[in-house]
């Protein structure tokens, strides 16, 4: 049974037969509330969660970058509301970008080849 079973029209369909589209939606909702709600509210990632969350699951993301206050960064510009907290729609944001920024890089590398 998934998760998200309940919370979203489409949900439905995910305990039945699921596109991967639908399951990468899980994925993100899944990932988001397994950090979120360790610290103070729990449909909310604290600072803290964030790191967390960063470190786990973007690996990669994180392992080429020096600046030690790259998560207070990240934090401040996720964090529309200014409630120090990041809420799922902001967390969308982030992965949004992220996900831009690779299908970026991967167009200009295909550029670069001539394709």
């Known amino acids: ?17 699921s596109t991967p589209l ?15 709600g360790k ?8 600072k803290g969660e964030l790191k967390e969350l960063l ?12 600046d030690p206050l790259l998560v207070d960064k990240i934090m ?5 509301n200014k409630d120090n907290e990041v809420d799922f729609n902001e967390f969308v944001i982030l992965v949004a970008a992220l996900t831009v920024a690779c299908n970026d890089f991967f167009e200009e590398q295909l550029k670069k080849e001539g394709f």
Do not use: N, W
């Open 1 to 17: 049974m998934s998760l998200t079973l309940g919370l979203c029209p489409a949900a439905l369909s995910l305990t039945v037969m």
């Open 22 to 36: 639908e399951d990468t939606m899980d994925t993100l909702i899944r990932i988001f509330h397994h950090y979120s």
């Open 39 to 46: 610290e103070g509210d729990r449909y909310k990632l604290s």
């Open 55 to 66: 470190t786990s699951e973007l690996t990669d993301f994180l392992s080429g970058q020096k």
């Open 76 to 80: 401040k510009d996720l964090d529309s």
